[in-house]
């Protein structure tokens, strides 16, 4: 049971345009959000998070929405750039215990 | 900070051998501590997590299992390896919802 959902396998945007990458989940118990980077053989690295008291996040270039009656969230990465080829995961951290429960991952190419 | 060192980085394993990965954290103390594996299409599935010595919560029924030696220490193990165990594995550690760290992954390949 995933409950945590990314439907876009693979996106490709040109440089300078926008990147936005989805995600849903079904746990309402969810209250915490993250978007993570990852490049091949490494690990994730933490980009963007939000709360669900917010429906905004803004850091820089990139900026999370919180849907929360949709159970919805999206990353917007604005200008795409080919350093942000990789693939990006939502994850959610599980109502009141510490597991981050993590989507099946987008793969976000930027073409030059 | 926190550092968190995993070994080895690549393995190659035949199937039916035996499996033993190593993390280790750094910087820390009392740390809870995650085991992911990230197989092609599949996303980051977590397999446990520790919240102490000794403690082990299993999150998908498998033939992995995991141990907590020491407050920094996380074994994932594993008696005989199928072909589907192989994936990437990442250890993770987090403390609190703003702290999180990932090591720098195992690549298995069972064949």
């Known amino acids: 049971d995933q409950q945590v959902k990314q439907n876009s396998p693979s996106l490709s945007v040109q440089e300078g345009r926008i990147s936005i990458l989805n995600c849903d989940y079904t746990?309402?118990?969810?209250?915490?959000f993250l978007w993570y980077k990852k490049y091949p053989a490494e690990g994730p690295t933490f980009l963007i998070s939000i709360s669900s008291i917010k429906d905004k996040n803004e850091d820089g270039r990139f900026t999370v929405f919180l849907n929360k009656s949709a159970k919805h969230l999206s990353l917007h990465i604005v200008p795409s750039q080919p350093g942000d080829s990789a693939v990006y995961f939502c994850?959610?951290?599980?109502?009141?215990?510490?597991?981050?429960?993590f989507g099946t991952g987008t793969l976000l190419a930027v073409q030059p | 900070s926190q550092t968190i060192h995993q070994w080895p980085a690549t393995l190659v394993q035949p199937v039916g051998s035996p499996l033993s990965l190593e993390c280790t954290v750094e910087?820390?103390?009392?740390?809870?501590l995650y085991w992911y594996r990230q197989a092609a299409g599949r996303g980051l599935q977590l397999l446990f997590y520790?919240?102490?010595?000794?403690?082990i919560s299993s999150e998908v029924p498998q033939n992995l299992s995991a141990s907590r030696p020491q407050d920094r220490q996380f074994i994932l193990s594993s008696k005989k390896l199928l072909l589907s165990d192989s994936g990437f594995y990442l250890c993770a550690c987090l403390q609190g919802r703003d702290t999180q760290y990932f090591g720098p992954g195992t690549r298995l390949t069972v064949l």
């Open positions: 994850a959610a951290f599980g109502g009141a215990t510490n597991k981050l429960i």
């Open positions: 520790s919240v102490g010595i000794g403690q």
């Open positions: 910087g820390t103390s009392n740390p809870n």
């Open positions: 746990n309402s118990m969810f209250d915490y």
